[in-house]
């Protein structure tokens, strides 16, 4: 009979390799390793950071990063947001990690990455209270956007955002910050599918 598999911890997370260009994760006590992102996801990455930032910035709401910074869910999930950001105010980052949920994470989908983003890590995001996330997904030019519902124990159903209808990103986390999405993912447009 075989012994079921102990799940892992933050301790054990300590141990794993760094700078192997890999991204690892804890996830429900499972490590978790993807492959380093493609160059057009970094390019997306870079350019809504940026346009995150400036509003966050000019309007003093509080921090933004981006990955690889460590989120520290429970003592059997450290994640990897794309993008994360906490309100000002907000006292729970550490030199090493923040260890509590952003009030938004971002993922952006990779071919290596798009299961465990969709699925794994949007459940803890949700289980562990962070008020929105936003799955971007480049093949189809969408942003899903996921929000607390008002009793705050789950994600409302997604809103779903495209490019090809002309939709702009807005949040109430970050009043003043307008995105279209045809001008957000015009940086891939020279780059062929199957590098997304």
Do not use: C
């Not at 933050?10 to 260009?21: A, K, Q, R, S, T």
């Not at 006292?91 to 290596?112: F, G, N």
């Not at 799955?135 to 030019?141: F, M, T, Y």
């Amino acid at each position: 009979m075989s012994q079921p598999q102990r799940k892992l911890t933050v301790e054990d997370y300590e141990l794993f390799p760094e700078g192997d260009g890999k991204r690892h994760e804890l996830i429900d006590g499972e490590h978790v390793v993807t492959a380093a992102p493609f160059v057009p996801h970094q390019e997306l990455l870079g350019d809504l950071y940026v346009a995150v930032r400036e509003v966050v910035n000019s309007e003093r709401l509080g921090k933004v990063l981006f990955a690889p910074v460590d989120v520290e869910l429970s003592p059997h999930d450290v994640l990897q947001p794309d993008l994360l950001f906490v309100r000002q105010g907000r006292k729970i980052a550490s030199i090493r990690r923040y260890h509590a949920a952003p009030d938004l994470a971002v993922e952006v989908l990779s071919p290596s990455s798009r299961r465990t983003d969709e699925l794994r890590k949007r459940a803890r995001y949700e289980l562990f209270g962070v008020q929105e996330l936003w799955i971007v997904d480049p093949p189809i030019e969408g942003i899903r956007v996921y929000r607390r519902a008002a009793e705050g124990k789950a994600f409302d159903k997604a809103v779903q955002l495209l490019a090809s209808a002309g939709d702009v990103l807005e949040s109430a986390l970050l009043p003043g910050f307008r995105l279209s999405l045809r001008d957000f993912f015009a940086v891939t447009k020279d780059v062929p599918d199957e590098d997304l």
